[in-house]
């Protein structure tokens, strides 16, 4: 039998003595060792000589002036360099916010059903791309353009962004909404403002993403379309300015002494009671899931089908949430990094702690519910998202103490009500955010938040005597995000359902399962015809995939077994 080591051995060969005429070649060409660069540009160690301007100078010789322009220099250098750590941190943290898109479609996805798994996945994967373009076109222009038109500015530590000069107002200077930096082009095409976009825009996409959950299983992928540009363009932004953009809730603090205004440092309110409001009204306008309440309206439940997959989703989120809340700084020099990433990391850990123990010893099922755990988790990181800047770690710890059993509260009194949401995205981000905004007015403690809002002195609560008016000014916060979004957001979604004939998927194709018939694949092949509600009859799932005709050409093309 001929040797087959010749064939094993002459790829190796031949790559040993490519390195070696490689190094020959190098070494040979390497002539005299490197030497320093003069102008210090290359060096990896800064020296006097890398800063552009600056003079060594001869203590002897050396005049007044050049004196003043060698510190100049230095300090110029200095401004780079602040900013340059800021930028990279903003975006970098984006980086992370954009990555709980992953953990967002991971839960959604698990607490479903299998037969709506492809459809659920595609609503969050596609959300990413829908709601940025929306904001990219004016969303971004409607919130953020005028921060500088405004007695609030936009963020120092990246610049101050002044370009964005431009906002409509009433009244006093009440800013109501921005007018510049629509498809960032003009006054908007530059560096610092286009770190700032980066950064509010993947914030309006966890908005974006919450009512997917919340509307699961039975929402037609064409109304989703059309509704998560809304959400982008219009929807958050508009409330996002008043409060992030320089607007009339953020100045109550300057123009009606209350407080600082409204203060929520990385979105409780702007972010995540925004897509709980909006998952509210949309929930109710569009119905339950068909089987979800027997004949005399009390409540079935319907489990997801991958729970394993609701927990990694869930540690993504809570990894990324570091980026969401210590990114909200827009600065790696800002010295509270440590103080907002421990708050955010103690009141995950102890809502947490507090649902389970609720379900394990309270909750008539004395079982912990891996998936209410989950939704424990999320709501304390909700909540601790506005005041995570202004708290002590022990603070932090009640407010997530008081989340975690809020959260269980409100899925069962929101469900008692008919309003059939698959994820709990109303009690987690809706309630919670709410909970969270209201709790900087008690729990700030004063040592953090100097000139926040314009407001001379820092933030404090009614706990640690700083009196009542921040607490009115955070909760004229949660009426106002409330009304807004369950206003527009409801009359947008209505609109929609005129347009299209309606928001919803026929009854057959939601009994069969959305994947084939909205999606054109399934997310489980092998699961098809599984995973339908119990009360629904075997022969009822059958003729409704009979009548689904995406289905049962999909079926035709299955194996026999």
Known sequence: ??????????????????????????????????????????????????????????????????????????????????????????????????????????????????????????????????????????????????????????????????????????????????????????????????????????????????????????????????????????????????????????????????????????????????????????????????????????????????????????????????GFNTGSTMAGTDGRIGVVAVNTMIAGMSATISGVLYMWLIHPSRKPDPSMMCNSMLAGLVAVTAPCAYITPVGAFVVGLVAGVLVIWSVLFWEKRGLDDPVGAISVHGVNGAWGVLAVGLFADGTYGEGANGVAGTVGGLFYGFGAKQLIAQAIAVAVCVTWNVVAAGAIFWAIGKVLGTNRVPPEVEIAGLDIPEMGAPGYPEFITAMAPEEVPASEIEAAAARVPALARFRRTLPVA
């Open 1 to 322: 039998m001929k040797s087959m080591a010749p064939h094993w051995c002459a790829p190796w060969l031949a790559a040993a003595a490519l390195a070696v005429i490689c190094s020959f070649f190098m070494s040979s060409a390497r002539g005299d060792e490197p030497k320093p660069d003069p102008t210090g540009a290359y060096q990896t160690t800064p020296t006097p000589q890398s800063v552009p301007g600056f003079k060594a100078l001869d203590p002897e010789k050396a005049t007044t002036k050049d004196v003043a322009e060698s510190t100049n220099a230095v300090a110029q250098s200095a401004s780079r360099s602040y900013y340059s750590i800021n930028f990279v941190w903003t975006l970098i943290c984006g980086f992370l916010v954009m990555f709980m898109q992953a953990g967002f479609a991971l839960v959604e996805t698990g607490l479903c059903r299998a037969k709506n798994a492809g459809h659920t996945m595609s609503m969050n994967f596609m959300v990413y791309a829908l709601g940025m373009f929306g904001f990219f076109v004016c969303g971004f222009a409607f919130m953020c353009g005028g921060a500088n038109g405004s007695p609030i500015g936009g963020p120092g530590v990246l610049g101050g962004t002044p370009t964005l000069n431009q906002m409509v107002t009433v009244g006093n200077g009440w800013g109501i909404l921005g007018k510049t930096g629509f498809f960032l082009t003009g006054p908007a095409y530059d560096a610092q403002v286009l770190v700032w976009f980066l950064f509010m825009m993947v914030f309006m996409d966890t908005t974006a993403t919450i009512p997917t959950g919340a509307l699961a299983e039975r929402w037609s992928f064409k109304s989703f379309f059309l509704f998560s540009l809304f959400i982008g363009s219009v929807l958050y932004p508009v409330y996002g300015c008043w409060v992030w953009g320089g607007g009339w809730l953020a100045q109550l603090g300057l123009k009606a002494g209350l407080g600082h205004g409204v203060i929520d440092f990385a979105g409780s309110s702007v972010v995540h009671l925004q897509g709980g409001a909006i998952a509210l009204i949309a929930c109710w306008l569009l119905g339950p899931r068909i089987g979800k309440y027997d004949e005399k309206g009390n409540p079935r439940p319907i489990f997801g089908h991958h729970i394993p997959m609701v927990q990694l989703g869930t540690f993504i989120l809570a990894f990324c949430w570091f």
